[in-house]
């Protein structure tokens, strides 16, 4: 599976967008970009995948770039409970496998 | 739907002692994956086990080991414990094919080893 390189930490103001990026220079055509969290002291969260195109759900939207190098999470109105380490992943989908490699993530600081 | 269930959440032991933690993955969820978290070293894979075989394994000593049994319920045991085992136990589970990609993580078991 493919490193990937995230800031160590963000800070974003309430009901703000925040933006946090994620560098995968070495992926290959056939691995995923996926998205943890982890609000302290309980278990990481899925939050988003995707392939090469840009991708939404009710939690966050995923824009990948063209040439698949990096992509940046967006939680379009960041709250208080937004705070927590972002995990930026890559990996092969339908792989049959239940290993993830985390990096140290991006700890994300929602402030009042 | 119930999540993972991890018991227990917090316990204590010495070095020396032996622990074994349960993980009760989602219903109809057949693999099992188990992480280790410290302040240190994060997020690391430990195994993963899918019908009651192990299916990967990652860089811990042997003194890590698992088991699945048939209902998908999952147990991992570190024996002959030292300071550095004390660190929060994650069990994830997941669908066979992976489709999504989606791991759903307990709550996990916070161990201290004095």
């Known amino acids: 599976d493919a490193k990937t390189t995230q800031p160590t930490s963000m800070d974003c103001a309430e009901g703000r967008a925040a933006n946090l990026p994620c560098n995968h220079s070495t992926i290959s055509g056939n691995e995923y970009v996926y998205w943890y969290r982890q609000i302290h002291s309980q278990g990481p969260q899925y939050i988003i995948h995707?392939?090469?195109n840009n991708e939404t759900n009710e939690m966050a939207s995923l824009i990948i770039t063209e040439d698949r190098k990096s992509s940046t999470l967006i939680l379009p109105h960041a709250t208080l409970r937004d705070t927590a380490v972002y995990y930026c992943i890559v990996r092969v989908a339908g792989s049959n496998t239940g290993k993830l490699i985390f990096g140290q993530g991006t700890t994300l600081q929602v402030k009042p | 739907k119930a999540g993972v269930t991890q018991t227990p959440r917090y316990l204590i032991k010495t070095r020396g002692q032996q622990v074994t933690l349960s993980c009760s993955p989602i219903?109809?969820?057949?693999?099992v994956s188990w992480y280790q978290q410290t302040p240190g070293q994060g997020l690391q894979f430990l195994f993963e086990y899918f019908s009651e075989t192990q299916r990967n394994k990652g860089n811990f000593p042997g003194r890590f080991s698992g088991r699945q049994f048939s209902n998908s319920r999952s147990e991992m045991n570190v024996s002959t414990l030292e300071l550095g085992d004390s660190a929060l136990y994650l069990c994830?589970?997941?669908?066979?094919?992976?489709?999504?990609?989606?791991?759903?993580f307990g709550e996990g078991s916070r161990l201290t080893v004095l």
């Open positions: 994830a589970s997941g669908q066979n094919q992976y489709i999504t990609g989606e791991l759903f």
């Open positions: 995707g392939l090469k």
């Open positions: 219903s109809g969820h057949r693999s």
